[in-house]
């Protein structure tokens, strides 16, 4: 069974910089496209940043020049390092993946989500 888990998240102060990492473990055969997304209560989940395989990215106008999508294909993990961090950008933070295990087709996974929180 494919699991992805984030960690890193916390609380910051404004101008703060925190570092997400989204690790997926079971049975990863490949790993496609790889994004982050986050979600305020009440308002629909956003893509923050994006990652191709082959490294390509790109990133929502509001965290550009902030915040940088990477990933270790080795190791199956993908990194949000965010900096310059706004009392906007609090949220919880979801990591999305699109795995193959054994199987041919690949399949949408998410994880459970780190909170971040950045004080005034």
């Known amino acids: 069974q494919v699991q992805l888990v984030e960690s890193g998240g916390g609380l910051v102060e404004t101008g703060g910089s925190l570092r997400l990492s989204c690790a997926a473990s079971?049975?990863?055969?490949?790993?496609?496209?790889m994004a982050w997304y986050r979600q305020v209560p009440g308002k629909e989940r956003e893509e923050v940043a994006f990652i191709t395989h082959g490294g390509t990215t790109r990133s929502a106008d509001s965290v550009q020049g902030r915040f940088t999508v990477t990933r270790d294909n080795a190791k199956n993990t993908m990194f949000l390092q965010m900096t310059a961090l706004l009392p906007e950008d609090t949220a919880a933070y979801f990591c999305y993946a699109d795995i193959r295990d054994h199987t041919p087709s690949f399949q949408s996974y998410w994880g459970q989500g780190t909170q971040v929180t950045v004080s005034a």
């Open positions: 079971g049975s990863v055969y490949d790993i496609d496209d």
